[in-house]
């Protein structure tokens, strides 16, 4: 594929209309290219759909274990308890299939929500174009797709939208069991004697449940809590929870592309500056320099971009002067207008 701009095709083709790109003789102009987000987007939704309809399944697997396993446990009083630890398993396993499923389903709808907001929603209201970096955004996630919600937060949500009622009527029923079978006892004791599993006591038994519910709880809570309130706890603390996070897998809706800081060295400054300003619409900054072997004066543009622009950098800089050198190099945080904002002070 070879990327063109549109000044280049249009004197290329003598239209007035532009192409984007070229492949093997076949050009691809505005309409064209409109045409193939619109064909994307189905293709995504169409995705996103798929995934929606596997989360309603292992719910729907959920409810009828639970349904079946409180019609046999409550049938006859012989009907050990355990049981219903069998179908407390088998409803946490629902729970892990159902948030790694819904792990990708938030990947196929955060593709659509960001052509919905930054593409088709840029077309309706003013300054009718879309924001600097949305398709970066994009192939980003098309490039090297991650999961915009981390495993803790996947299963919080699940848990706290779906699986907190099953587990919820579990519990109760296990203890009203404990409670009525094999016969009635109203002695707390003798209820936690009970819920011994084999030589196990009903103490362990209650504890790991306990323990078990407790964590699904802490996470349902966390998944639910806004982005203003994690950014109200203190910088210290934030930054170790975004190292735990981080490890877990990324937590923001939006993944950030990686950053590269391009230096350009020229004697053509301005005309390069003004095509990375047109066409990457990123800011660049100018610092003055000598050519330690020439002794000419040079330009020294310096340029923050994401890591899908550089190949399109590196082409602006040799078309405008085939004499430059580029130096890129990785960027480990950049803040400011077009990459993340500056935090307040902690």
């Known amino acids: 594929m070879t990327g063109q701009t549109a000044h280049g095709d249009a004197e290329q083709s003598g239209e007035g209309g532009a192409s984007a790109w070229t492949f093997r003789g076949y050009r691809l102009d505005q309409a064209h290219f409109t045409t193939a987000m619109v064909h994307f987007y189905r293709g995504e939704m169409a ?16 409810v009828i274990t639970v349904g079946a396993m409180l019609t046999f446990v409550f049938g006859a009083p012989q009907h050990p308890h355990f049981m219903l630890l069998l179908a407390f398993l088998l409803v946490l396993t629902f729970l892990y299939l159902e948030a790694r499923r819904y792990r990708y389903y938030a990947l196929w709808a955060y593709r659509v929500r960001l052509m919905e907001t930054d593409f088709f929603a840029a077309m309706l209201a003013p300054p009718f174009h879309p924001s600097s970096d949305w398709a970066d955004h994009l192939v980003e996630s098309l490039l090297q797709p991650v999961f915009p919600i981390a495993w803790w937060e996947a299963i919080g949500r699940r848990f706290r939208r779906n699986y907190v009622w099953l587990i919820a009527l579990l519990l109760v029923s296990w203890w009203a069991k404990l409670t009525i ?17 084999g030589s196990v006591p009903g103490v362990w038994v209650m504890s790991v449940v306990g323990a078990v519910c407790g964590t699904l709880v802490v996470l349902a809570v966390a998944s639910s809590l806004p982005l203003s309130w994690w950014k109200a706890v203190p910088r210290s603390l934030r930054r170790l929870g975004e190292w735990v996070w981080r490890a877990a897998g990324p937590s923001s809706l939006r993944p950030a592309p ?24 990123r800011g660049v900054t100018e610092l003055k320099g000598t050519g330690m072997y020439t002794g000419e004066k040079r330009s020294v543009l310096l340029c923050a971009v994401t890591d899908v622009q550089v190949s399109h950098l590196e082409e602006i800089a040799c078309r405008a002067d085939p004499k430059a050198f580029v130096i890129v190099s990785p960027a480990g945080e950049v803040r400011g207008w077009g990459f993340r904002p500056f935090e307040p002070p902690g």
């Open 258 to 281: 990686r950053e590269q800081l391009a230096t350009i060295i020229t004697s053509r400054g301005q005309q390069v500056a003004s095509l990375l300003l047109t066409e990457l619409g």
């Open 47 to 62: 995705r996103a759909n798929v995934w929606r309809t596997r989360l309603d399944a292992t719910t729907n697997w959920a």
């Open 181 to 197: 079978h094999p016969q009635l006892s109203l002695n707390v004791g003798a209820v936690v004697e009970r819920a011994a599993v």
